[in-house]
């Protein structure tokens, strides 16, 4: 089955810095990346997310890229804030044959400090 | 739409007993997931319904658990017996469709059960 890397486990960052978290995965047949942002005590909502016929997409200071050969995808934020502080997680699907099932890395605890 | 609804919110009980968390989801989506979160392991996949059929439940740790969706709106992920090691945050999600052009994952709040 599919297994997501993430790293690093955690981010810490000046406010108005950008932030870079890297995500490997194993399935060659994944064809789905989102990234969700989960704040303490919250439920993890969508920020972002990327399909394998394309290799980047941004939303404002968000943007995400994808490399199928190399099997890695990253979530870049740029000019950091406070509000962003939360931890972000990557996943992987495969919405071939019978498996849709979205498997998540470890999750990565991003802090922006004023 | 109220977003995916669990229920309950928290819950404590002593090793041994049985726990029922309930999750309803958000009316139209055909796919349904359960996870679990803890610090060590993170999110976990324990079981996925598509149409209300078990699709993957490679997921799920032992015969302990169980979870079925008898209708569209309303699904159960029973443990029984409880142990310690069960104490996590469980998460329903659920999704529209499992084609290419589908994809976002909604959440609810989450169920904190807690095992003495």
């Known amino acids: 089955g599919e297994n997501v890397e993430q790293h690093p486990s955690t981010l810490s960052v000046q406010e108005g810095d950008s932030a870079v978290i890297k995500c490997t995965y194993s399935?060659?047949?994944?064809?789905?990346f989102p990234w969700y942002k989960q704040e303490l005590g919250k439920r993890p909502q969508l920020i972002i997310d990327?399909?394998?016929?394309?290799g980047e997409k941004k939303d404002q200071r968000i943007a995400v890229t994808l490399n199928k050969t190399a099997k890695h995808f990253s979530l870049h934020i740029t000019e950091t804030q406070p509000e962003d502080s939360a931890v972000y997680f990557c996943?992987?699907?495969?919405?071939?044959?019978?498996?849709?099932?979205?498997?998540f890395g470890k999750g990565t605890k991003l802090s922006v400090k004023p | 739409d109220a977003g995916v609804i669990q229920s309950p919110r928290h819950e404590v009980t002593e090793m041994g007993q049985e726990v029922t968390l309930r999750c309803k989801p958000i009316s139209g989506h055909n796919s349904l997931f359960w996870y679990r979160q803890t610090m060590m392991r993170g999110l976990e996949l324990l079981i996925y319904f598509n149409n209300n059929v078990p699709i993957d439940d490679s997921g799920m740790p032992e015969d302990r658990f169980s979870a079925k969706m008898p209708n569209a709106s309303f699904s159960t992920l029973k443990i029984q017996p409880s142990e310690p090691r069960d104490s996590a945050v469980y998460f329903c999600?659920?999704?529209?469709?499992?084609?290419?052009?589908?994809?976002?994952?909604?959440f609810g709040e989450g169920s904190r059960l807690t095992v003495l």
């Open positions: 990327i399909r394998s016929n394309v």
């Open positions: 399935d060659s047949a994944s064809n789905y």
């Open positions: 996943a992987a699907r495969n919405y071939g044959g019978s498996q849709g099932n979205l498997i």
């Open positions: 999600a659920s999704s529209l469709g499992a084609g290419f052009n589908t994809g976002e994952l909604f």
